[in-house]
């Protein structure tokens, strides 16, 4: 449904529950994702009602640790859960490596945990990750619950179950699928996340009507500037939305042989441009998938495929929202970018395989995309 931005009368903020079932697929069993404000304060009770396990060890990292652990360890508490000590990580992506994961399971097996407690992940994509990896291994599988703390968290990572840490060999290069047992997502979190990480998560949103769903991104176009401003209801609902794509995508191929790899759009130019700026604070992810979406329409448009004004209509709605619609200033010219391009592990047996767009809502996996049209758009962009 489309609304207009000048709508009066908010919404309702209401609980929503995306589920996802892979049981067929893996066995794993369905779970919930559940939606609301300040949601935190009934995790206990969320958890309870579907999980049996008692005895729960809390991951998360020294940013969120001062905001939210006292607070979750007091309902949890409340709700006759046993804590076992928790583990605070420093925060930031460094901290997805070999040695944070030793560390992690050491402490989550000096704590102990055993088959039938419960791990929570409260935190960001790192902490996810990282504690998804740690309980996918420790005792052959821990359950976990995934409660994100940032948008980018609450619409893409914390859901379909990858995990994953950093090695020399690229970034999530070892790690495992493994499905949590339930998210909550409470939306309350994000009034402590600083503005950049909430734009960087929102290109994520984006991406989903950009890929499959024209009037969701009509949506965005009208609600964004709530959605970043803190505005429940349209955060709800654009979370609950982004959730649910990603739930059918997921439920349709969870190991990324097919469609899962739509998600991918905008990703295969944005990690060029994340590893030419050395994965650093110069441009975040969001901010390269923001840039790559807008590319990727571009490129679009020069084959023919979609119209010249959609892809300037996607452009103007990730500029209207402070993200960034060109690369920064980078030390690599088109030559390393197109080779950084091929090197991303999506790329098939050496082809440039790129997700495109027949239009807003449209994307596909294009094949055997032509070198030089990617690289005259590259050179358009730097
Ligand atoms: N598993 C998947 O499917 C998947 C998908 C996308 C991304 N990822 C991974 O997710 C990671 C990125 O996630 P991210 O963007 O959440 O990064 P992050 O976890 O590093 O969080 C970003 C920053 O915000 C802080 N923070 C978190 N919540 C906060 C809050 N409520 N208030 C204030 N500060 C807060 C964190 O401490 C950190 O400094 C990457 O490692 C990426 O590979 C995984
Ligand atoms: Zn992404």
Not at 270 to 293: C, D, Q
Not at 309 to 335: F, N, Q
Request: with cysteine.
């Amino acid at each position: 449904m489309v609304e207009s931005s000048s709508d009066v009368m908010a919404p309702p903020v209401e609980t929503h529950t995306v589920s996802i079932d892979l049981s067929q697929a893996n066995r794993t069993p369905p779970y919930d994702i559940v939606i609301g404000d300040n949601l935190f304060a009934n995790a206990g009770e969320l958890i309870g009602q579907r999980l049996s396990a008692r005895r729960c060890l809390i991951v998360t990292d020294t940013n969120i640790a001062p905001l939210y652990l006292k607070r979750l360890e007091a309902v949890l508490d409340a709700s006759g859960h046993t804590l076992l000590p928790s583990v605070t990580l420093p925060a930031g992506e460094s901290s997805k490596d070999y040695v944070n994961l030793h560390v992690l399971l050491n402490r989550i097996l000096a704590a102990g945990i055993d088959r039938s407690s419960l791990i929570i992940a409260l935190g960001g994509g790192v902490v996810g990750d990282l504690a998804g990896l740690a309980a996918s291994l420790a005792m052959r599988g821990i359950d976990i619950v995934q409660m994100p703390t940032t948008l980018l968290a609450q619409v893409d990572s914390s859901v379909g179950g990858k995990t994953g840490i950093n090695t020399d060999a690229g970034k999530n290069t070892v790690g495992t699928f493994y499905q949590p047992r339930l998210v909550i997502i409470d939306v309350s979190a994000l009034d402590s996340l600083p503005l950049r990480e909430m734009r960087a998560g929102y290109a994520e949103i984006v991406k989903y009507g950009l890929i499959k769903d024209a009037a969701f991104f009509n949506w965005c176009r009208a609600h964004a500037g709530k959605l970043l401003n803190g505005d429940r209801a349209a955060q709800i609902h654009a979370i609950a939305a982004s959730c649910n794509y990603k739930a059918q995508v997921v439920m349709a191929d969870e190991r990324e042989a097919g469609e899962r790899a739509l998600l991918n759009l905008g990703h295969t130019f944005g990690h060029a441009m994340e590893s030419a700026t050395g994965f650093s604070n110069a441009l975040m992810h969001g901010e390269a998938v923001a840039i790559g979406m807008v590319m990727a329409f571009r490129l679009s448009a020069q084959l023919g495929l979609c119209s010249h004004t959609e892809s300037y209509d996607v452009r103007d709605h990730i500029a209207s929202v402070g993200l960034p619609v060109k690369p920064p200033a980078l030390a690599c010219g088109v030559d390393q970018l197109m080779a950084l391009m091929a090197q991303d592990k999506k790329a098939v047996a050496g082809k440039l395989t790129l997700v495109l767009a027949r239009g807003i809502g449209k994307a596909f996996v294009a094949k055997d995309v032509r070198e030089t049209e990617v690289r005259a758009v590259w050179a358009e962009f730097l």
